[in-house]
Nanobody, 126 residues
């Protein structure tokens, strides 16, 4: 059973930075896409970034390109999301998720992510 636990959220001023972490357990396969998603109150869930476990190719939503960086430390089974130049519109609950898929992760929709963490809140104040 795959388990994901996020941490690192908080409240920050616009222009600031945060780094989210997601510790994964229960799997070691490189067949998983790992993604960060977010959902703000009253809005639909949005894919933020994704990469394959053990891979190097990364994918980003246009809204975060150039500001956010997804990375991983396989030795620690941890996925990261470095968020810089934060904007008030980045305020949301952020979730880590895993999908078992052999396709390029950019093609894997949120509906195919089977495993989700509990989320960590990010609040950006203007």
């Amino acid at each position: 059973q795959v388990q994901l636990v996020e941490s690192g959220g908080g409240s920050v001023q616009a222009g600031g930075s945060l780094r989210l972490s997601c510790v994964a357990s229960g799997y070691t396969s490189s067949s998983y896409c790992m993604g960060w998603f977010r959902q703000a109150p009253g809005k639909e869930r949005e894919g933020v970034a994704a990469m394959r476990r053990g891979g190097s190719s990364t994918y980003y939503a246009d809204s975060v390109k150039g500001r956010f960086t997804i990375s991983q430390d396989n030795a620690k089974n941890t996925l990261y999301l470095q968020m810089n130049s934060l904007k008030p519109e980045d305020t949301a609950m952020y979730y880590c998720a895993a999908a078992l898929s052999g396709r390029p992760c950019i093609w894997v929709p949120a509906s195919e992510y089977r495993y989700w963490g509990q989320g960590t809140q990010v609040t950006v104040n203007s």
